[in-house]
């Protein structure tokens, strides 16, 4: 005869049973198909760019590098420049022009670890990365000073790098911009470089000008070679426009 203990215990078994089956009759437990992964957005946009030094004896310090949304400029012709590009321009420093892209907002990448570019070469490529959904509105700013000068840069400001298919480059020309804040004596005191070694960043701004605008070229009216005095600048540290080039090529 069959208690009521046994009762209990086996209906506990079937219980047990049928929970360990996954019930229903559908196939559970191991043999259960996974749950399907969740769709993933759109892939990252990949850049690479490479940054030439058009000049014959103006080393280009590292630039700054950054891919950013059209609402910041890093300077504009006809406007003093902020001091984080008197900053770049007069010293070859870029810390703080990329530290005001990111202050901005507009920041979407940038190359912190580039090199500077001797005359006459080709940087290494670098390498940036931004979300898909930013291809819609890109810009690239590149800013390099040219460092036996006393406030010249070249680079591009915000130049239109959005929607750009794989594969697809882009090229643009760098003129050569005076910054306006420091006055273009071409002592060797006033320039920093390998050639001179002179200061470079200096707080007080002493170009009367005060405004950014095309530069109109070193030892215009004469040369080292020539005697002029007041120039420590010779043949070679001269450039015509465009002292840089800069190409972007979209890889993903």
């Not at 697809?168 to 390998?194: K, V, Y």
Request: proline share 7%; net charge negative; hydrophobic share 40%.
């Amino acid at each position: 005869m069959l208690t009521s203990k046994h009762i209990s215990t086996s209906l506990l078994a079937a219980t047990l049973l049928i929970a360990g089956c996954g019930g229903g009759g559908g196939g559970g437990g191991a043999d259960q198909a996974a749950p399907a992964p969740a769709p993933s957005g759109p892939p990252d946009l990949v850049f690479e760019l490479a940054l030439t030094n058009l000049t014959l004896a103006q080393p280009l310090s590292p630039p700054a590098i950054a891919l950013h949304g059209s609402d910041y400029r890093a300077f504009v012709d006809g406007e003093p420049a902020s001091v984080a590009l008197e900053i770049l321009a007069e010293g070859g420093d870029r810390t703080d022009l990329l530290t005001e892209i990111t202050d901005s907002g507009e920041l979407l990448a940038a190359y912190q670890d580039a090199n500077p570019v001797g005359p006459l070469s080709i940087g290494p490529t670098e390498q940036l990365t931004v979300a898909a959904d930013s291809a819609d509105d890109l810009r690239l700013t590149v800013v390099t000073m040219l460092v036996h000068t006393n406030d010249a840069f070249t680079g591009i400001n915000a130049a239109d790098v959005a929607g750009m298919a794989v594969g697809e480059t882009r090229t643009f020309s760098g003129p050569t911009w005076d910054a306006g804040t420091e006055n273009n004596t071409e002592n060797a005191a006033t320039m920093p470089g390998p050639d001179f070694g002179g200061e470079g960043f200096a707080a007080v701004r002493d170009d009367i000008i005060d405004r950014v605008r095309f530069h109109q070229g070193v030892v215009t009216s004469a040369s080292l070679e020539s005697g002029d005095p007041n120039s420590a600048l010779a043949e070679r540290h001269r450039f015509d426009n465009p002292t840089s080039r800069l190409s972007i090529t979209r890889v993903q």
